[in-house]
């Protein structure tokens, strides 16, 4: 599961780099959380997003409720952008539309995963108390 989300979030990292100017951003997209230009710029959230989950490494040590968050916010941005465009995500052929249904679907098979996890460790935990 963790393999697949860091492969899934490869897709919406370019889309942001596409969407951002690094030319327009004195820091080059590497967000400063106290830099004044990072707090006034209306692309923070995903410039932050882009520097937190740059290298495939540290998204390999990452938690898996970090990645599952970024994928959630990937998942909302592509979409938006999506929307944007005027598509409609379930019927739409293009790039970014498959992604988002199958981001999605992935979302549904890790809550799903984590949901069963979740009960075996709850009966687990009943039955060595009893």
């Not at 889309?15 to 967000?31: I, K, M, R």
Request: hydrophobic share 30%; aromatic share 8%.
């Amino acid at each position: 599961m963790r393999r697949r989300i860091i492969e899934a979030l490869t897709y919406p990292r370019m889309v942001l780099l596409a969407n951002l100017n690094t030319d327009e951003c004195p820091d080059q997209l590497n967000f400063n959380p106290i830099g004044d230009e990072c707090r006034v710029c209306d692309r923070s959230t995903e410039c932050h997003w882009l520097t937190s989950n740059d290298e495939f490494k540290v998204l390999a040590q990452a938690p898996m409720n970090s990645l599952y968050e970024s994928l959630q916010f990937c998942i909302d941005y592509v979409d938006a952008q999506c929307a944007r465009e005027k598509h409609n995500v379930r019927r739409c052929p293009c790039e970014s539309c498959r992604w988002v249904r199958n981001a999605r679907q992935l979302e549904s098979d890790y809550r799903h995963k984590s949901r069963s996890h979740r009960r075996q460790i709850s009966t687990y935990t009943v039955s060595r108390l009893a």
